[in-house]
Every structure is written in structure tokens, then in C-alpha cells.
């Protein structure tokens, strides 16, 4: 989908799925993510093999949001415990389509865990730096819920889990309020979601408006947020700096 994409509400071309119909193994995320593309991995499952990273993920060990209607957060890449077991799928999956390279894939996992380990304690450590009254997250839609278990951060999306549908007025009111009365130093836009509703709460409530965060999208392929533990390292130094002040 590329950098700064929404896979919310991402139509496949005709090009994505010729690609897919051609290939042995088809991965995505799952959880309702990828909305606009159910059907297609639904329909290729018939014929070859669709996998979900999330498939092997214990149900008890997701999120559930309160506008979801039951429905599980898909942003499981800031768990860096869940997106673990998701990379450990994607080797499962490869290991045995490919079963000559199996050593290969297992060796080059062992190193990807290892660097998704080492960002998580990056982060934790960065964030200790941080006061707790401080650690207030509000961003353009729901999807920091696992970071902000996983870093000790509260919460709060001005859209939903998917950002179909927009935030309305009292959501946005509820949100300067909240900014007012937490005195929240900076609210954060996101690369892949609409700018406006979350400047209109900066502008209505006072607050900063932070750098864009990384949430459905990873930055270019060589920037630091190209990859899930430099997205995570870039996420939290950038909110980390806004919330204490340490940002010009």
C-alpha cells in the first residue's frame, strides 16, 4: 500500500489482484484492517493460501474498543509481545510452503524478534522518562490502544478503530475539554488520517499540535520508520518530546 496509505479504506487495483491471484502465499494483517479487501482474501482462500498474522494470537490477549461492537483493535503491531507471535506466523507459513529454506527463514526471524525486542526496551526506557500525570496520548483515530498498554500511556482516539467514519461534534467537544482539564502539552496528527478534526481541537482547546504519528502506515522504506520496531522507536520518541517539552 506504501507509506502514508489508510488500509481502511484502501481499494486494491486491478494490478494488486493480479498480484495476489499469482502468488503462492498471501499474508495481511486480519482483524478488519484491511476493510475494503475482506472479500478478495475470502475468495482467494479458495483456491490457495491466506493467512492472517493475527490468526495465531490468543483472543484473550486483544484489545476490544467500545464503539467495535465486539469487534477485536487490529493495531497489533504496537505490541511488540503480539507482533512477535504474528512474525513467528509469517516463518510457520514459509517454513512450510518452502521447506529448503526453512533454516534460512528461522535464522533471519531470530534476528527480526531480536531487534523488536531490543526497540520494546528502548521505549520502555524512554517513556520511564516521562512523568505518569504526563502520559496522555490523544491522537487522530483509535489505533495506539496496544502502545498505550504496552507503555503505560492513556489513550484516546478522536475517530474509532477505522477511520470510515468521522468524529463528531461531541467528540470533538469532549476531547478539548479533556485537553483542558488534563492541560495535555500536545495532541498528535496521524501520516495516514485526515488532518482536520485533530487541528480543530488544537486550535479550540490550546493545546500543541504534535508531529504526525505512524499508526496504519510505516514511513518510507529507508527512513527510521520503515520498519515496525523504527515505527515504534520513532512513535514514542516523537510523543515523548511533545508531552514532556522537550520539543521547539
Known sequence: MGPGVDPHLYQPTL???????????????????????????????QSKRVVALSSEIPP??????DDSAGQPDPHIWFDIALWKLAAQTVVAQLCELDPANS??????????LMDLERAHQECLQRVEQLPPARRVLLTSHDAFAYLGRAYGFEVVGLQGLSTESEA??????????????????????????????????????????????????????????????GMLRTNIELVVEALSGEAK
Open 103 to 112: 533454516p534460512g527463514y528461522r535464522e533471519r526471524s531470530a534476528t527480526y
Open 60 to 65: 484473550e490477549q486483544l484489545l476490544q474498543s
Open 15 to 45: 494490478g494488486d489482484q493480479r498480484r495476489l491471484r499469482e502468488a503462492d502465499l498471501v499474508l495481511y494483517n486480519g482483524l478488519h484492517l484491511e476493510g475494503k479487501m475482506t472479500e478478495i482474501f475470502e475468495s482467494l482462500a
Open 168 to 229: 463528531g461534534l461531541r467528540r470533538l467537544t469532549e476531547c478539548v475539554d479533556l485537553v483542558k482539564s488534563r492541560q495535555v502539552r500536545a495532541i498528535f496528527p496521524e501520516t495516514s488520517v485526515s488532518r482536520s478534526a485533530i487541528e480543530r481541537v488544537a486550535t479550540d482547546s490550546g493545546a500543541r499540535l504534535g508531529p504526525e504519528l505512524f499508526s496504519d502506515a510505516l514511513g518510507p522504506a529507508d527512513g527510521p520508520a520503515g520498519t515496525v520496531a
